[in-house]
Each structure stands twice: as C-alpha cells, then as structure tokens.
C-alpha cells in the first residue's frame, strides 16, 4: 500500500486538505500529522517536526507540509538528518526536487498555491523517481552528488 503522511498550520490547511482527500481517492493511506481542526491549528514548526522525525524513523519514505508559503516548514524540516524538504510553487519544481535532489518531503505554500496545483504537484512529486528522465551523464553525476551531499549531512550533523 502506498503511504505518507501529511501536515500543515493553519495557513495550509485548506490545501491539505485538497491534496490529503485525492490522495484517498487514489488509495493512499494517509496519516494527518494536524492541524486537523482549522480552529485549533498547529505552528508550523511542530508540524514539520513531527514529519521530520516520522523520515528519520522510517515510518514514511515521503511526506507533504504546507504552511503559508512553504519555506518554514522546508526550514524545520531540513534541520533533521536525512531530510530533504524542498518548498516547491509549481508542478515542475516538485518533479525536479525528486528527479535532481531526491527530496523526500514536499513543502507546499497554502498563501500561493491554489487547490487544483497543488494536487498537480503532489501528483508529481509522488509520482518521479530520483534520476528519473535525465540524460544518462547528468543521471550519474546525481548520483555521485547525492553521496556528496550525504557526506556533508553526516560531517555536519556529527561533528
């Protein structure tokens, strides 16, 4: 079964809920890590928190978080080990972070992105494999970019 979870404060609420309900229809099962009541919202950064920790524990390879823009919540996301959060505002941005930077968490802004795009993107962003469509020169340079960066995560995270 096809898995992730997704979260968003009270800026991305509505769009979360757009995306969480294709999402069902395609049979995804799908954990809400909140705000589940648009009244009683949760601040961004408890959000991507609790996203990031879910990746880094393994319990979802990929997960969506909208806030107002997106940046806070690919902000927190990042500080976590093993993250990739990218803040996306289009369709092709959100296959690129997959198919170039393997990101494995979609931040989404709910002040810029309507309803109708943003399931467009999630379509995409879920639907891309890492190195996907690339030319096979550029595909291997990825790859060797992606050892790289993981490097440089661990010589940062472990110093």
Request: glycine fraction near 8%; hydrophobic fraction near 40%; aromatic fraction near 8%.
């Amino acid at each position: 079964m096809k898995r992730i979870f997704i979260g968003s404060d009270k800026s991305g609420f509505a769009l979360k809920e757009a995306i969480k309900q294709y999402l069902l229809e395609e049979k995804y099962e799908v954990e809400d890590i909140g705000t589940t009541d648009e009244e009683k919202p949760f601040p961004f950064f408890e959000v991507a928190q609790k996203g990031a920790l879910k990746i880094q524990a393994k319990e979802y390879e990929k997960g969506i978080l909208i806030c107002g823009t997106g940046m806070g919540m690919s902000i927190v996301a990042n500080k976590h080990e093993g993250v990739v959060g990218a803040a996306c505002e289009s369709v092709y941005a959100a296959e690129k972070c997959r198919a170039i930077n393997d990101a494995n968490v979609l931040c989404m802004g709910g002040w810029i992105i309507a309803p109708i795009m943003g399931v467009e993107m999630a379509k995409a962003f879920l639907n891309t494999e890492f190195t996907q469509n690339l030319e096979e020169w550029r595909a291997n340079n990825l790859i060797k970019a992606r050892v790289a960066v993981g490097n440089i995560e661990k010589d940062s995270f472990h110093r």
